[in-house]
């Protein structure tokens, strides 16, 4: 039977995350990959979308060496606002999860009025609820939860700072945890500081 819609369980679930150009200092950055990973009732198979998208400016060296993308990757990419209607179908009416989701907000902010909320944190979630680790970078609490194996799994090839791989890494912290916490049951609000809008 469903768990009601006001219930950790009966949410629909969407991890984003952006990859970006870098930016020296005083420049405005700009996003250059976006994925998703998206599930319902964190159940099933992740529905997963990814692009990248066109930047007038080109991709920093430093920006490059973390996610390996090149500004040459970029030449037939869509603009960010033509891939709008994609990024609103998949994270609206669902818990936006974010990995200290700031870039992601701040992206997403090119669009006004968009009203995406809640926001799920994974970061501040994974401090919450799995103490002691060194860090809590996305790798770190992945692989401590033993999660990245999933991961290469759904999306062989790819690897940390690809925004797919990294918004899938999200997504799968959250399905981990609410099973393994038992907490379908419970009002979202039960994550506490882990959750922002």
């Known amino acids: 039977m469903p768990l ?3 219930m950790i369980g009966g949410l629909r679930f969407a991890a984003i995350d952006f990859e970006s150009a870098g930016a ?3 420049e405005t950055d700009q996003p250059v990959q976006v994925g998703i990973a998206a599930c319902p009732f964190l159940e099933g198979e992740p529905e997963l979308w990814t692009s990248y998208i ?3 400016k080109p991709v920093l060296w430093s920006a490059s060496q973390v996610h390996g ?3 040459g990757m970029l030449a037939d990419a869509p ?3 033509s891939l709008w209607p994609d990024i609103r179908s998949r994270l609206v009416e669902a818990v936006v999860v974010g990995h200290n989701p700031a870039t992601e907000r701040k992206f997403l902010r090119r669009f006004p009025g968009h009203g995406f909320s ?3 944190d994974t970061l501040a979630l994974g401090k919450m609820c799995v103490p002691g680790l060194a860090d809590y970078s996305l790798s770190t609490l992945c692989d401590a939860l033993g999660l990245t ?3 290469d799994a759904l999306l062989p090839g790819r690897r ?3 925004a797919l791989y990294d918004a899938l890494g999200s997504l799968l912290v959250v399905r981990f945890l609410v099973r393994e916490l038992k907490l379908s049951s419970q009002p979202l609000e039960v994550l506490g500081k882990a959750v922002g809008k």
């Open 69 to 71: 993308i090149t500004t």
């Open 24 to 26: 020296a200092r005083g």
């Open 160 to 162: 940390w700072h690809d």
């Open 118 to 120: 809640p926001w799920l």
């Open 4 to 6: 009601p819609a006001d």
């Open 54 to 56: 066109a930047t007038d």
């Open 149 to 151: 194996s999933s991961v």
């Open 79 to 81: 603009s960010f606002p």
